[in-house]
């Protein structure tokens, strides 16, 4: 399957800080999605991003297809952003199903 | 519009046991998927099934056999059950083409 690597693994910021989060993956993909598992297990898409730039509120995120890289930002932290974050990826290979990197854990503190 | 469904919420069985986890979507989705998430990895692709009446194994199939009952509906069974398979199983659906991909709340299981 493709190979999907997420960095950092382990974030600490204080609340109002920003931060990047950073998905790089081995082969061509028509999916691209991001991902907050919140501290109960749910998984929340926060964006499908194959290629392109899209904002939603305090997160944005760019996916550079040719270079094989996605950017998830989140400006102006919260409590409430702590969890972890995943970026999957997928194409036509195996049906578009998703190839999910390790995640990387958030934690945002008061 | 419930999205993805999954029953149950929480199951404990013993080693041995069989059981069969219920998923169904209803966004008229041609693709369903199997994943699995042990604890401090991301989701593995277990099955899925890319239109009505195929199924096609992912990365991680042994142990797990599954069931494209029509468009909507899509079961995983554990024949006899491992605590390898002590898991939290997810299921999802897309609209089996490139899209976007939403997950049902997951199945919690431990195998003791």
Same mark, same amino acid.
């Given at each position: 399957?493709? $190979?999907? @690597?997420?960095?950092?693994?382990? %974030?600490? %910021?204080? @609340?109002? !800080? #920003?931060?990047t989060l950073r998905c790089n993956f081995s082969d061509s993909v028509n999916n691209l999605q991001w991902f907050?598992? #919140?501290?109960?297990? $749910?998984l929340i898409n926060l964006f499908y991003i194959p290629s392109g730039t899209k904002q939603n509120g305090r997160l944005s995120a760019t996916t550079v297809a040719t270079e094989r890289y996605s950017l998830l930002y989140i400006s102006s932290s919260q409590t409430t952003d702590s969890g972890v974050y995943f970026c999957a990826v997928g194409n036509s290979n195996s049906g578009y !199903? %998703? #190839?999910?990197?390790k995640g990387t854990s958030l934690l945002v503190t008061p | 519009n419930a &999205?993805?469904? *999954?029953?149950?919420?929480?199951?404990v069985l013993?080693? &041995? *046991?069989?059981?069969t986890l219920q998923c169904a979507q209803d966004m008229n989705h041609n693709s369903m998927y199997w994943y699995r998430q042990d604890p401090g990895m991301g989701l593995r692709l277990i099955y899925y099934s890319a239109s009505e009446g195929t199924t096609d194994k992912g990365e991680v199939p042994n142990g797990y056999n599954v069931s494209r009952l029509n468009k909507r509906e899509f079961s995983l069974r554990l024949e006899s059950a491992a605590p390898s398979q002590t898991s939290v199983y997810f299921c999802a659906s897309n609209p089996g083409e490139p899209g976007e991909q939403y997950f049902g709340p997951g199945t919690r299981l431990t195998v003791t």
């Amino acid at each position: 399957g493709i $190979q999907v @690597e997420q960095s950092p693994p382990d %974030l600490i %910021l204080q @609340e109002g !800080a #920003n931060s990047t989060l950073r998905c790089n993956f081995s082969d061509s993909v028509n999916n691209l999605q991001w991902f907050h598992q #919140n501290p109960w297990g $749910q998984l929340i898409n926060l964006f499908y991003i194959p290629s392109g730039t899209k904002q939603n509120g305090r997160l944005s995120a760019t996916t550079v297809a040719t270079e094989r890289y996605s950017l998830l930002y989140i400006s102006s932290s919260q409590t409430t952003d702590s969890g972890v974050y995943f970026c999957a990826v997928g194409n036509s290979n195996s049906g578009y !199903a %998703l #190839n999910f990197g390790k995640g990387t854990s958030l934690l945002v503190t008061p | 519009n419930a &999205g993805v469904t *999954q029953t149950p919420k929480f199951q404990v069985l013993k080693t &041995g *046991q069989s059981m069969t986890l219920q998923c169904a979507q209803d966004m008229n989705h041609n693709s369903m998927y199997w994943y699995r998430q042990d604890p401090g990895m991301g989701l593995r692709l277990i099955y899925y099934s890319a239109s009505e009446g195929t199924t096609d194994k992912g990365e991680v199939p042994n142990g797990y056999n599954v069931s494209r009952l029509n468009k909507r509906e899509f079961s995983l069974r554990l024949e006899s059950a491992a605590p390898s398979q002590t898991s939290v199983y997810f299921c999802a659906s897309n609209p089996g083409e490139p899209g976007e991909q939403y997950f049902g709340p997951g199945t919690r299981l431990t195998v003791t």
